[in-house]
């Protein structure tokens, strides 16, 4: 059965960090595009980091560069996603997702088959 587990949110103040990890399970990551995505209350699914399998380069949506910084540990067969400086405009649930055999990853949700569950952060004084 394949199944992407996020784990690794929770409340944190502003300026904090957290580190979300996502592992699989029933298939390998290693040749797969790997998000990171996020949804707010009321808004769309958006993009926040992606990585490509190819030759493990990064995607960051703008307001996370320099914040934000996904890993892979194949090995581990997960992923992660480290998230400094957090403000609170960051609160909401973050997903992850795969795509089988996609060489370079993308920013649009349309391009991914699994889905995790995803975990809830928040950022609050």
């Known amino acids: 059965q394949v199944q992407l587990v996020e784990s690794g949110g929770g409340l944190v103040k502003p300026g904090g960090s957290l580190r979300l990890s996502c592992a699989a399970s029933?298939?390998?990551?290693?040749?797969?595009?790997i998000g990171w995505f996020r949804q707010a209350p009321g808004k769309e699914r958006e993009g926040v980091s992606c990585?490509?399998?190819?030759?493990?380069?990064?995607y960051y949506a703008d307001s996370m560069k320099g914040r934000f910084t996904m890993s892979r540990d194949n090995a581990k067969n997960t992923v992660f996603l480290q998230m400094n400086s957090l403000k609170p405009e960051d609160t909401a649930v973050y997903y992850c997702?795969?795509?089988?055999?996609?060489?370079?990853?993308?920013?649009?949700?349309?391009?991914?088959?699994?889905w995790g569950q995803g975990t809830q952060v928040t950022v609050s004084s």
């Open positions: 029933g298939f390998t990551l290693d040749n797969d595009a």
């Open positions: 990585i490509s399998p190819s030759d493990g380069s990064t």
């Open positions: 997702a795969a795509e089988p055999a996609a060489p370079v990853c993308s920013s649009w949700p349309a391009e991914y088959t699994y």
